[in-house]
C-alpha cells in the first residue's frame, strides 16, 4: 500500500470559528521510543531510529500537510494530545505557537498544536487556543526533550524562544506558499 498525502490541504477551513486550523498528518505517537518519519519516495510510515533508553515522545509529532519548511521538508509539528494516535493518522489541529529551534545552523521550528474536537464531540483542548492556556512546564519538557534527543544524535541545537500562535500561523502559510511554489 503506498501513501501519499499531497491531496490532503494544510488548512482546514469547514470552521470559521477555527481561523488557526490545519491537516497534521503523525508520524511519531506519543509515548513511543520509536521515531517514525513519512518516505515519501516508498509512499510509507519509517522506523528511522530508536530513542535512547529512558527517552519517549512526549506528544505526537507529525507534520502539516502541503508545507515545505525552510530545511527542505513540510513543516514539523508538535501535537499536544491526551492519547497518542497511530502512525499516519490524519488529526484536524488548532495552531499555538511554536517553539524556536535552530539545528546545525538551520532554523528548524516546531509548531505547536492540539487537536480540534469534531462537531458533537468535546475534547479536553476545547479551551486551548494558544498557548497562555498550556502549562508553561510542558513547554519546557516539550523544549527539554527537543534539545536532549537532537544533541544525542550529534546534532548542535539552539532554542531561540516561544513564538506566539499569529507568528507560528504566519510560519504555516510561509511552508503552504513554498509548497504551492515548488512546482509552479
Known amino acids: 500500500m503506498i501513501i501519499n498525502f499531497d491531496h490532503i490541504p494544510a488548512f482546514h477551513t469547514a470552521d470559521p470559528n477555527e481561523p488557526r486550523a490545519v491537516n497534521v498528518i ?10 517514525y518519519a513519512y ?16 527517552m519517549i515522545w512526549p506528544c505526537d509529532f ?9 530545511d527542505g521538508d513540510a513543516i514539523d509539528i508538535a501535537l499536544l494530545i491526551d492519547e ?11 495552531v499555538l505557537g511554536s517553539i524556536g529551534l535552530v539545528k546545525n545552523g538551520d532554523e ?3 509548531i505547536l498544536a492540539c487537536p480540534i474536537s469534531l462537531s458533537g464531540a468535546a475534547s479536553t483542548w476545547d479551551e486551548v487556543h494558544n498557548l497562555e492556556d498550556i502549562s508553561p512546564r ?9 534539545k536532549d534527543h537532537q544533541t544525542f544524535e550529534g546534532n548542535q541545537i539552539e532554542l531561540t524562544g516561544i513564538k506566539n500562535a499569529d507568528e507560528a500561523w504566519q510560519s504555516v502559510q510561509r511552508a503552504s506558499e513554498r509548497w504551492r511554489a ?3
Do not use: W
Not at 62 to 70: M, S, Y
Not at 85 to 94: M, Y
Open 26 to 35: 503523525v508520524e511519531t505517537p506519543k509515548g513511543s521510543r520509536h521515531k
Open 39 to 54: 518516505k515519501e519516495e516508498f509512499g510509507v510510515i519509517e522506523l528511522r531510529r530508536i530513542l535512547r533508553g529512558g
Open 108 to 110: 528548524n521550528d516546531r
Open 182 to 184: 515548488k512546482d509552479a
Open 84 to 94: 497518542p494516535c497511530f502512525p499516519g493518522c490524519l488529526v484536524r489541529a488548532r
Open 62 to 70: 507529525g507534520f502539516v500537510t502541503q508545507t515545505l519548511a525552510d
Open 138 to 146: 510542558l513547554i519546557q519538557e516539550i523544549e527539554g526533550f527537543l
